[in-house]
């Protein structure tokens, strides 16, 4: 159980936060119990907004890696000495190869039970083949349409729902017939 806000600590939360401390450096400096979410509701409750630049935490920087930046405007030209005349030769035509019919790709025959635990991915149909105690227990591992499962066995999973006579319902029923 914590000792409570008392004005001492109040002045000194107040203090800190406006120097720019953490949540977590202020209650670590208050002790007694008060934890980084104590700080941050009594921040809110008394409703002090403007801080200071937030203080970093002492940390040994490592230099990222940053590409070189490319050139967007070409170097400049030295224009104190006339450059000789470029020679414009023409171009000749090249030759137009016939489009080329695209290869299909070879046919990717996905079958059930093939995923483990270990490669089941995002997108995988997730229906279990197996008993979950044997070695052989695998997942479809298809393609998953919409959901958790591949087609086939969404239907499977996904029955419509069968409207159920209620009790009520039968008797009326029942009582047609007698």
Known sequence: MTAGWTEDRVGALKKLWLEGQSASQI???????V???AVIGKVHRL????????SQPARTT????????TRTTP???DYGQPSAPRRIEAVQPRPVAAPVAPTPLPAIVEQPGTATVLTLGAHMCKWPIGDPSSREFSFCGRRASEGVYCVEHARVAYQPAVKKNGAGELTRSLRRYI
């Open 35 to 37: 934890t980084r979410n």
């Open 75 to 77: 170097p400049k030209q």
């Open 27 to 33: 209650a670590k400096q208050l002790g007694g119990g």
């Open 47 to 54: 409703g002090l907004s403007g801080r200071a630049t937030p």
């Open 62 to 69: 490592t230099t990222a890696f940053r590409p070189a930046k």
